[in-house]
């Protein structure tokens, strides 16, 4: 049976277009860059603040980079001001972590999101002592898809890699799962398709969060 579940933060646990886009499209206002829909900052998301930060500002039409740092300092400077709710919960993944706690499952956060972001979001979403381990980007621990994250939690909470699930939405979500040995979960409510994360080869695919307890179900359960 397994004991602990690894979450992905962006297109995962969280629907956080709304607030990227708030923050975004702010940032780029200010730079007199065009700003684009919600749904397109699904896309930029995953790959770390750098990847972030480049793609916006590339698909805005900085090519060379020159708004970098200032598109960020921008971005965080409307994030510090954005309501509880700009970060909504996926429909399901409540009740799942719910149930998880509820079968004396660990529980932890591993995203390329800032440390301190992840903390926020997560905590005030969930309250504390929901996750047992919440890690976001954090040098010089390298990001996702290198896997030393995992092995982090995975030492923390003294747990081995077959007794663990990885959940997440992204390429590099897939390969980092993999990187580390772990049964990898498409979360396909996520912002990624059943056809974008297919040839990265997830264990399993999921179309919503309580999918996920079968994953977590006794050899008696099963049997049954």
């Known amino acids: 049976m397994k004991k602990l579940a690894i979450f ?22 200010r730079l007199g860059l065009r700003g684009f829909e919600q749904k397109a900052y ?3 998301s995953g790959g770390g603040i750098e990847d972030f930060v480049c793609g916006i500002i590339e698909a805005a039409g900085d090519r060379e980079h020159r ?4 598109f960020w300092r921008l971005y965080l400077e409307r994030q510090e001001s954005l309501t509880e709710d700009a970060n909504v919960p996926y429909d399901g993944i409540v009740p799942l972590l719910s149930a998880l ?16 972001s992840c903390m926020e979001i997560v905590e005030r979403a969930f309250g504390k002592g929901t996750f047992d381990l919440i890690l976001g980007d954090c040098p010089p621990r390298p990001p996702k ?18 007794e663990c699930i990885y959940v997440g939405d992204t390429q590099i979500d ?36 309580m999918e996920l307890l079968k994953l977590f179900e006794s050899e008696e359960e099963k049997i049954r």
């Open 8 to 29: 992905d933060l962006d297109g995962t646990l969280f629907d956080t277009t709304g607030a990227m886009a708030v923050c975004g499209n702010y940032a780029l206002e």
């Open 42 to 44: 699904g896309g930029f």
């Open 67 to 70: 708004f970098y740092e200032e």
């Open 101 to 116: 706690k509820g079968r004396g499952v660990h529980l932890a956060v591993l995203s390329n999101k800032d440390h301190a």
């Open 145 to 162: 898809p290198h896997p030393d994250g995992v092995f982090e939690i995975l030492e923390t909470l003294r747990c081995r890699p077959e």
């Open 174 to 209: 897939m390969e980092t799962g993999k990187a580390a040995g772990l049964h990898t979960v498409a979360a396909l409510w996520g912002y990624r398709t059943r056809e974008q994360l297919a040839p990265f080869s997830p264990e399993t695919e999921a179309e919503h969060p």
